[in-house]
């Protein structure tokens, strides 16, 4: 690959840790959104940034879009508010009032 300047480029090839089913894009977006109730480091926040540093798998695209239909979001952005906004502790005491 002819590439100008200096440039290093890191791959690995480790075994994936889902079974095939488990690798689709409707799949990876249901854990994804799935996975936000455990806090801050969640697979929509994962593929946020791994998109914004323009790292693409075969399934990257289709997989977003998912996310984005499921959660009803413009953007990743969006998504990762949205996710956060339904993790967050319900307050008061239910009548109204606080």
């Known amino acids: 690959m002819d590439l100008p300047g200096e440039r290093l480029v890191l791959t690995s090839s480790l075994p994936r840790n889902l079974p095939g089913p488990d ?22 926040a994962y593929l946020r ?3 914004a540093a323009g790292v693409r798998t075969p399934v990257t695209d289709a997989y977003a879009e ?22 967050r502790e319900p307050r008061g005491s239910g009548n109204g009032l606080g």
Do not use: K, Q
């Open 49 to 51: 940034g791994v998109v």
């Open 66 to 87: 998912r996310v984005l239909a499921r959660l009803g979001a413009a953007s990743l952005d969006e998504a990762e508010r949205l996710v956060a906004f339904a993790r």
């Open 23 to 44: 690798m689709t894009a409707d799949a990876l977006a249901r854990r994804a959104i799935d996975s936000a109730a455990h806090g801050p480091r969640n697979g929509v």
